[in-house]
Nanobody
Framework: VQLVESGGGLVQPGGSLRLSCAAS????????MGWFRQAPGKEREGVAA???????SYADSVKGRFTISQDNDKKTVYLQMNSLKPEDTAMYFC??????????????????????WGQGTQVTVSS
């Protein structure tokens, strides 16, 4: 499985961006896809996740502002980010667990549950 992120960039506070994660290779019928981010000097943190049934999970810091979605035909997962804040500045990574276990309750934000990772896309929120 290969993951390629796109859509990052520089945006002013209050602005919006949509990140995309295109997956190639075999994905089982049950899977879990996640978005993580890592700012300089900080640990990688889970932002949002979505499973094959469309169930979603979000970090408290992004609830109400970010939306994760998927297009199964295109094997692409999206992260719509609205009302961006300077503290959202980070490298954003897409991750995949082809078997779906990572999306178990309480587990989605743990990076060790994901097998495949993209190269990341930088998001910078600054005026």
């Amino acid at each position: 499985v290969q993951l390629v992120e796109s859509g990052g960039g520089l945006v002013q506070p209050g602005g919006s961006l949509r990140l995309s994660c295109a997956a190639s290779g075999y994905i089982y019928s049950s899977y879990c896809m996640g978005w993580f981010r890592q700012a300089p000097g900080k640990e990688r943190e889970g932002v949002a996740a979505i499973d094959s049934d469309g169930s979603t999970s979000y970090a408290d810091s992004v609830k109400g502002r970010f939306t994760i979605s998927q297009d199964n035909d295109k094997k692409t997962v999206y992260l719509q980010m609205n009302s961006l804040k300077p503290e959202d500045t980070a490298m954003y990574f897409c991750a995949a667990d082809p078997w779906g276990n990572a999306c178990s309750p309480g587990s989605w934000s743990k990076s060790r549950g994901y097998t495949y990772w993209g190269q990341g896309t930088q998001v910078t929120v600054s005026s």
